[in-house]
Antibody, heavy 120, light 106 residues
Framework: EVQLVQSGAEVRKPGESLKISCKGS????????IGWVRQMPGRGLEWMGV????????TYSPSFKGQVTMSADKSISIAYLQWSSLKASDTAMYYC?????????????WGQGVLVTVSS | DIQMTQSPSSLSASIGDRVTMTCRAT??????LNWYQQKPGKAPTLLIY???NLQSGVPSRFSGSGSGTDFTLTISSLQPEDFATYYC?????????FGPGTKLEI
């Protein structure tokens, strides 16, 4: 069974750093892109970017480039999303999702989400 | 970037109704269009990919159509568990943007 299990909720102060994780199981983690999606409170879904764990190739949305860093450790099947200096506006739910390997690039499996709260 | 719009933003319907919602792209995306369902407090789930392909395990009352810039999601006979928010997403060109969603309410 394909599963993506994300790390737990986080509370941080503005200016602090943070790294959240997404562990894949039940499939060959190396061979599928992992995407990150932001959902701010009461808002819609925003595509942040994708990473290919096999070679750490990354495509960022222009809206998020320079704001976050994606990485992956294929040896332990974990993808990461990190911030070096959080802002209050980073408060949101963050989902990881597996991108299907076929022609259409849909997100076929999703993690449960990580709620990140940034508040002084 | 390709922008996605959805209409209506919210929709009221009853059990057993047939409902249709639309998604439009600012440029042609061929059939690179996906539909997701999100219930409150839950992660989205994939319903339709490639404009009209039903994801495994999704009930056949869901169907998708369209190509180019205009797409529709149809639910043939609403069930209680279908009340949720529905998002379209283009996967033609990165960033693979989502639409703002259609909230389906009782």
């Amino acid at each position: 069974e394909v599963q993506l299990v994300q790390s737990g909720a986080e509370v941080r102060k503005p200016g602090e750093s943070l790294k959240i994780s997404c562990k894949g199981s039940g499939y060959n983690f190396t061979n599928y892109w992992i995407g990150w999606v932001r959902q701010m409170p009461g808002r819609g879904l925003e595509w942040m970017g994708v990473i290919y764990p096999g070679d750490s190739d990354i495509t960022y949305s222009p809206s998020f480039k320079g704001q976050v860093t994606m990485s992956a450790d294929k040896s332990i099947s974990i993808a990461y999303l990190q911030w070096s200096s959080l802002k209050a506006s980073d408060t949101a739910m963050y989902y990881c999702a597996r991108r299907e390997s076929g022609w259409n690039a849909q997100f076929d499996y999703w993690g449960q989400g990580v709620l990140v709260t940034v508040s002084s | 970037d390709i922008q996605m719009t959805q209409s209506p933003s919210s929709l009221s319907a009853s059990i057993g109704d047939r409902v249709t919602m639309t998604c439009r792209a600012t440029q042609s995306i061929s059939r690179y269009l996906n539909w997701y369902q999100q219930k409150p407090g839950k992660a989205p789930t994939l319903l339709i990919y490639g404009a009209s392909n039903l994801q495994s395990g999704v009930p056949s009352r869901f169907s998708g159509s369209g190509s180019g810039t205009d797409f529709t999601l149809t639910i043939s006979s609403l069930q209680p568990e279908d009340f949720a928010t529905y998002y379209c997403q283009q996967s033609f060109r990165t960033p693979h943007s989502f639409g703002p969603g259609t909230k389906l309410e009782i």
